[in-house]
């Protein structure tokens, strides 16, 4: 080797660290030296998964598709024409379509809306005192401990208070089982479903829901307009200036017009798009799912108990 060749130097080994590598044999081996315990485990939650999803009632949903009646340059037209003179006469028109489909969606969903819903359609005893849905001669299946159908009493407790739901837990109940409310952010479409272990009641209701919506907005517009008429005709009697009575004139017109509009239009607020249908097919429960999931959750469990016995085990042995 000449002076001016430089040693080539051997390349260092990469150190080898054996316990940081998973040796899959290993994990196999050891899975299998559990195989009882998880195939044990796998089986009892598939077998109360499976249960648990035979046990839950089927339920159906039925909605009905609602499409916000346009503001056709009627009420809100006229309205927005006469809005400053209204504002000189002391009162408010209302807003236009687009502020009453908000409100009438809010109200959809108000207690006192739902109350009087629920007393007026005589679903209390649906909601909340019955056992199931009987398919074969279409009639709710009434628990008898809650409940006399003879007497249509509500019975007691042990401690003597009575089972007769207040509005509250009326309320309560039915926005939480049976009725969702979905909106379309690009058409503005309304869907209104309602969920019951009845496949008629749920469309009937649905039915009912978009028919007293529109009905209670109608009415309340209706009374809105007539307060304002007759708070007008008041101020027109007091004034004898020419032009005011004029000005007075003009918002008696429109509210006059609101209160025909409004008893003219069969739809109010909403527009049937697609009307509810007695559904054929259940919504829920998913059972497949409930069985699957179940299942995987006590292979998993299966496998983590195996691994602490391992573990346990080990520790033992080390310690020995």
Request: aromatic share 8%; no cysteine.
């Amino acid at each position: 080797m000449s002076k001016h060749e430089v040693p080539v130097q051997p390349a260092m080994a990469q150190p080898y660290y054996p316990d940081d590598e998973i040796d899959l044999r290993e994990l196999f081996v050891t899975l299998w030296r559990g195989k009882w315990i998880i195939l044990f485990s796998t089986i009892a939650f598939a077998a109360a998964g499976v249960l648990f999803a035979l046990s839950k009632p089927n339920i159906y949903q039925a909605s009905v598709l609602l499409a916000p009646t346009q503001d056709e340059g009627g009420i809100g037209g006229l309205s927005g024409q006469l809005g400053g003179l209204a504002s000189l006469a002391g009162i408010n028109l209302g807003g236009g379509g687009a502020n009453k489909t908000v409100m009438a969606k809010q109200v959809l969903q108000s207690h006192a809306f739902l109350s009087d819903f629920i007393h007026r359609h005589n679903l209390s005893v649906p909601l909340m005192a019955t056992e199931g849905w009987n398919t074969e001669n279409q009639e709710w299946v009434i628990n008898r401990e809650v409940y006399n159908p003879q007497t249509n009493e509500w019975l007691q407790d042990e401690d003597g208070k009575s089972y007769k739901p207040t509005d509250w837990d009326l309320v309560k109940k039915f926005r939480e089982s049976h009725l969702s409310i979905s909106e379309d952010q690009e058409t503005g479409m309304v869907t209104l479903s309602v969920k019951s272990q009845s496949p008629p009641m749920a469309k009937e209701l649905a039915a009912k829901l978009a028919h007293d919506i529109n009905e209670h907005m109608r009415q309340q517009d209706i009374n809105d307009a007539e307060a304002r008429i007759a708070y007008l005709e008041e101020k027109l009697s007091e004034t004898n200036i020419a032009g005011m009575q004029q000005v007075f004139y003009q918002l008696v017109e429109s509210e006059t017009r609101t209160v025909m509009l409004a008893n003219a239009q069969s739809e109010y607020i909403f527009k049937t798009v697609d009307p509810a249908v007695v559904p054929q097919e259940k919504s829920e429960p998913k059972r497949a799912i409930i069985a699957i999931v179940s299942t995987m959750l006590g292979g998993m469990l299966g496998i983590f108990l195996w691994f602490i016995i391992v573990f346990i085990r080990n520790s033992k042995k080390s310690m020995a």
